[in-house]
């Protein structure tokens, strides 16, 4: 049964500012933001450390927010507990904590998979209830195929919709496959770099908390399509990682054993050929990163450049925030089970851009695969070899699950996921973006000078990622810069 969310606001002791605390667990239904429709933010309240964790990292580090004041009790927080104080994670979808879960023998396979269909089927219904139009996203892969057999039968009025982000993992011919056969409306969109920027922008008001997350302009461009399109709510496939296991194969090995934490000097990434290298960038970056934090997806700003773009040392501090989870991945016995940690940890993320992109449009938000009854099912009953199998093949469950429906998809040779066009964007938005850096330089005084740099390296990924960074961190500050937030209106 799922839980109601506690929000509550706590008066300062002192007499001085509130103290904000929401619950946004998905995994306790839908997440309500409305405690937050009465901060007026103000540069006071904007906390310099979080933007690191933005800068180094892609999130805040909960269960702290953009905010001094907001806290946030995402799933490893109890959310009864003051979080403004002392916190405590605890994750307990750890595989070793599953003492039920039967073995591979023990059960029948059909009724393995009509009680995982039956379950997702229950999920989608319940949590689309209150949805007369949903939209499901259908990145093509796995999570998102067999979300979308559940869907034909419970929510058949629902459209999917594809992101087609760059050609690197182009699924849409499979998703429109998928939706065809399964009797539902398919519809996709072409990333154009501007106007998913643009999109953002206009949303920047009314996203009442930050993130960095690398999907997040693609979501915001996605959500606002589907408000243009008649949709009222948005069915999301993300968060079945913690419970089904997430599989450290070998490159996952080699980059946590590159990570160590070293400070090399600026200059190595324009020696040579390295500047025009995106492989040599990117490992060259882990060599600098946290073995933990390398677990984080993709290419984001060193200790020693987010203490210059703040113009103090705050990198050391951001860091510092991670040891509220030490406790949890000191136990967790293997680097899969590390690797669930970091999972959780993401949440903060990859969730994030959705909540805070359906706030800003008035849609509903549902992760069905966030239900509970269908987490606890799979956590107990499912044998291990159904969740990851020999070799790291992971979601076995879910695989078998497509196979009733389809033959072998392309989702089985790449990994599906809403990519973005970070070049086109730094082609496209450069000057809009160093006019965001030149304004917000109470903040971020080594944004203009970074930018100007790294200006003719950013047709390479490793550092286009980084603008893609500051290109949302910017924007948003700016408007919360003042006691009222606004629209930031800058000449393209």
């Known amino acids: 049964m799922n839980t109601p969310h506690a929000q509550t606001w706590k008066a300062d002791p002192d007499g001085g500012e509130h103290r904000i605390q929401i619950n946004v667990s998905p995994h306790a239904g839908e997440v309500d933001l409305s405690a937050l429709d009465g901060h007026g933010g103000g540069r006071a309240l904007l906390d310099p450390v979080s933007i690191a964790d933005l800068l180094r ?31 405590v994670f605890h994750f307990t979808r750890q595989s070793i904590a599953a003492q039920r879960r039967p073995s591979a023998g023990a059960v029948n396979e059909d009724q393995l998979l009509n009680t995982y269909h039956r379950l997702l089927c229950e999920a989608v219904s319940r949590s689309s209830s209150a949805m007369h139009s949903p939209w499901l996203l259908q990145s093509g892969g796995k999570d998102s195929t067999s979300m979308a057999i559940a869907v034909a039968e419970a929510a058949p009025q629902t459209t999917c919709i594809t992101y087609l982000g760059g050609h690197e993992e182009d699924e849409t011919g499979s998703a429109r496959f998928v939706a065809r056969k399964l ?4 519809e996709s969109l072409v990333c154009d770099p501007g106007r998913s920027y643009d ?14 997350d690398f999907a997040t302009l693609s979501y915001v461009d996605l959500a606002t399509e589907i408000a243009a399109n008649g949709g009222d709510g948005i069915l999301d496939a993300l968060g079945s990682d913690p419970y089904f296991g997430v599989p450290a194969h070998w490159q996952t090995r080699v980059l946590a054993l590159l990570a160590r934490g070293l400070r090399l000097p600026p200059g190595v990434f324009e020696l040579g050929l390295v500047g025009s290298s995106f492989g040599l960038c990117y490992v060259l970056g882990t060599v600098q990163m946290d073995g933990f934090e390398r677990f984080y997806p993709g290419s984001r700003f060193t200790d020693a450049e987010v203490d210059g773009l703040l113009g103090s040392e705050f990198a050391a501090l951001s860091k510092r925030r991670l040891e509220v989870f030490r406790a949890d991945i000191a136990a967790a016995v293997s680097m899969e089970a590390r690797r669930r ?16 992109a359906a706030k800003a449009l008035t849609l509903r938000l549902a992760y069905p695969y966030c239900d509970t009854r269908l987490c606890d099912w799979v956590f107990h009953e499912v044998p291990d070899d159904r969740l990851i199998g020999p070799g790291g093949v992971n979601k076995v469950l879910v695989r078998q699950h497509i196979a009733r429906y389809f033959r072998e998809l392309p989702y089985v040779a790449a990994k599906g996921s809403f990519r973005f066009d970070l070049c086109g964007l730094a082609r496209q938005r450069f000057d809009q973006v160093h006019a965001f850096a030149t304004q917000a ?9 970074w930018l100007e740099h790294h200006r003719n390296l950013l047709h390479n990924k490793y550092f286009a990622s ?14 919360r810069m003042e006691t ?4 930031v209106h800058v000449a393209h």
């Open 183 to 186: 009797g539902l409306r398919h």
């Open 484 to 487: 009222t937030a606004g629209p």
């Open 199 to 212: 999109r953002y922008l206009a949303c920047v008001p009314g996203m009442p908390l930050l993130t960095a």
């Open 466 to 479: 980084k603008f893609y960074l500051l290109a949302i961190v910017l924007p948003w500050l700016l408007s």
């Open 441 to 449: 330089q109470a903040l971020l005084p080594g944004a203009p000078i």
């Open 57 to 87: 990292n892609g999130f805040v580090y909960p269960p702290h927010t953009i905010f001094r004041d907001v806290k946030v009790a995402s799933t490893g927080f109890d959310p009864t507990q003051d979080l403004h104080g002392d916190p």
């Open 341 to 356: 940690v970091s999972a959780t940890i993401l949440e903060s993320a990859i969730f994030a851009k959705g909540m805070y």
